[in-house]
């Protein structure tokens, strides 16, 4: 991946790298001779027009596409080829968005209180574009993008998740990153050695200790350190940060099942390829946005904002350096997870052979048959 959301969504969905897209920063094009003529860059960058979305090429051979889910794109949905669309705008608030749109049109702010939770409703709408594709459009196939919002800060989670792992992180980052390469041994998955903590790099852009102290929790941190230097009292609340972190992982896993099973009763898992990525690594990230914090608030609750810090990035990203943002193997090795029963001869593999989001569109566009159009409006 690229180490960073948009960046990576962008060669995801279209097979280029982020900056021939003009999806990630170049300052040449933003302050250069083409600033001059509005193109930007970055985050807010606006892709060329023969930069189209995996949809568009999907589209005339009869696919019926859907998204449901983070967006994080230039352009609306249903232009770029969706059918239906479920996109959620407010990456700050999993219990209750402020702006999020089905199929392209303004849906009312969810108020605090009800049912909502960001990674059940994004599944929900999957499950509803399945349903009715099984219904109206049987005999064509389907691409569903399914993109979570979840692990992103801020850290919330339903409380019956966080209650399954309320107790399993009390022995620190330090024994968990230990724990798990051991286990990534044994599965064959690394053979190295564990990175040191970098104690004192952490995103240029974070709170500062006595901000986070203010703000957030006087047992918060910005730095990795040994476990065994902290107080009770930091223990026990770091301890808490990473079973809620656990907990969206957990939830997000359900409902992914829940996905699955639709695409069961349709007939359909056995011919269905799956690819399971991930658009970064883990995040280091400690800043506040949104509703901000509540101090008060229960942690991981609707009006609390916690991120994950880089001890216990540290450890999701075990075996390897830094973090979400950076080029080191921290912010941009994740896996892929590929099923197609039908279509895959091998089952259960391991294999370690680099690959990049780019690669993913020309995949597809491989096994359908289709092909990217000579020209795109002209050009």
Known sequence: NTSRCWASRAALLTGYYPQAVRRDLLPEVDRGEYGMFGVTSGANGVRPRWAQLLPAYLKPLGYRNYHSGKWHMDGDRLPAGFDHSYSLEDHNRFFNPQLHLEDDVKLPPVPLGTNYYSTRFIADHAIQCLKEHAGKYSNQPFFEYLAFTAPHFPLQALPEDIALYTNRYQVGWDAIRTERLARMKQLGIVDCDLSPLETNTVPRWNLTDDELHRQVNTNEMGHAVPWD?????????????????????????????????????????????????SDNGASAEQILRGDGNDPAAPMGSATSYLGLGSGWSSAANTPFRLHKSWTHEGGITTPLIVSWPAGIQAHGELRQDPGHLIDLVPTVLDITGASRPSTVAGL
């Open 229 to 277: 230097s902290l107080t009770r009292g930091q223990k026990d609340f770091q301890s808490a940060k990473m079973a809620i972190h656990a907990a969206m992982i957990h939830r997000m896993d359900l409902e992914i099942g829940r996905v699955l099973d639709q695409i069961q009763a349709m007939g359909a898992l056995d011919n269905t390829l799956i690819f399971f990525v």
